[in-house]
């Protein structure tokens, strides 16, 4: 049984800063790749940020590249978020997901190649 728990999230000033946190158990994030998504009210998930297995290659959208950073403490079984200069926009519910099979840059920002998904934390940033 893979459980994630996503924590971390809350109401911010534009330009402010936070760091999410997804917790794993059942899985070590070292041998699986993990992807961050969010999900605006009425819309479909869409992708934030993941990394391969393995400390493999580090993927964002266009959208988030210079201002979120992903990364993981192996140590912990950690997988961490950190959002910077946040704007109205990125406000939305932020969820962690991890799949035991390789993703590709084709592939990553794909919801279905995900096995695995936490239960979301919501980020509010007011202007």
């Known amino acids: 049984q893979v459980r994630l728990v996503e924590s971390g999230g809350g109401l911010v000033q534009a330009g402010g800063s936070l760091r999410l946190s997804c917790a794993a158990s059942g899985r070590t994030f070292s041998s699986v790749a993990v992807g961050w998504f969010r999900q605006f009210p009425g819309k479909e998930r869409e992708f934030v940020a993941a990394f391969r297995r393995s400390g493999g290659s580090i993927y964002y959208a266009d959208s988030v590249k210079g201002r979120f950073t992903i990364s993981r403490d192996n140590a912990k079984n950690m997988v961490y978020l950190q959002m910077n200069s946040l704007k109205p926009e990125d406000t939305a519910v932020y969820y962690c997901?991890?799949?035991?099979?390789?993703?590709?840059?084709?592939?990553?920002?794909?919801?279905?190649?995900?096995?695995?998904w936490g239960q979301g934390t919501q980020v509010t940033v007011s202007s």
């Open positions: 997901a991890v799949t035991d099979s390789v993703i590709t840059p084709a592939t990553m920002r794909l919801i279905g190649k995900y096995d695995y």
